[in-house]
């Protein structure tokens, strides 16, 4: 069964240093999406970044980059030169395309908390 | 455009009461999504639908109706109400197919039953 695993509830982390978020992943498909999202203390859901199972470059979006390692099921979340404006909650999340990714069902890890410090 | 947006933000029901939850995207999104979310447990999805007049079971269920008469609109029912269902409610929408077709978020629900 998939599965998604962030082991790190809470981080902190200094303003304008990077810092990574981990997650694992488990799926016997071998064609599936990651995602991360954040959610700040108002609590909506953000969209950050993408990574395809047979992307062959690790996604990157502004001041985010997703370390994607297939072989180690993992896909870490790096973010480059932190703001007080990233502290928030971090998902990471999969999508399994079996079927022909029919339902676009998300599978949510539980968290990883940011705190950037002044 | 609105986007996605939930109808109420927030509810305090008694246990044993019922009430529905109204989500409606402007984005023509085939697929439309309940989850919730509660302390240490991220989101988890309750039910789905793939088009209108189709739904489908998710993660966690029970105790859950739903209904998704019109595409645009996705509703979410709670027949007989139970503290255990105290969560934040969150409803997304998406386009069909593969590659980055992330899900939009609604703003949340905050449900307490006592």
């Known amino acids: 069964a998939q599965k998604i695993t962030q082991t790190q509830p809470g981080m902190f982390v200094q303003e304008k240093e990077a810092v990574t978020l981990d997650c694992t992943y488990d799926t016997s498909d071998p064609s599936y999406g990651l995602f991360w999202y954040k959610q700040p203390s108002s609590g909506e859901m953000i969209f950050l970044i993408y990574q395809g199972s047979y992307d062959q470059q690790n996604a990157t979006e502004g001041r985010y980059s997703l370390n994607f390692q297939k072989a180690r099921k993992s896909a870490n979340l790096v973010i480059s030169a932190s703001q007080l404006g990233d502290s928030a909650m971090y998902f990471c999340?999969?999508?399994?395309?079996?079927?022909?990714?029919?339902?676009?069902?998300?599978?949510f890890g539980t968290g990883t908390l940011l705190a950037v410090q002044p | 455009n609105a986007g996605v947006t939930q109808t109420p933000k927030f509810r305090v029901l008694k246990t044993g009461q019922s009430m529905t939850l109204l989500c409606a995207q402007d984005?023509?999104?085939?697929?439309m999504y309940w989850y919730r979310q509660d302390p240490g447990m991220g989101l988890r999805l309750i039910h789905y639908?793939?088009?209108?007049?189709?739904?489908a079971k998710g993660e966690v269920p029970d105790g859950y109706n739903v209904s998704r008469l019109k595409k645009q609109n996705f509703l979410l029912g709670l027949e007989s109400a139970a503290p255990s269902q105290t969560s934040v409610y969150f409803c997304a929408s998406s386009p069909p197919g593969q590659g980055t077709y992330e899900q939009y978020f609604g703003p949340g629900t905050r449900l307490t039953v006592t």
């Open positions: 639908s793939v088009g209108e007049g189709t739904t």
């Open positions: 999340a999969m999508r399994e395309l079996r079927g022909g990714g029919a339902t676009n069902k998300l599978i």
């Open positions: 984005m023509n999104h085939e697929y």
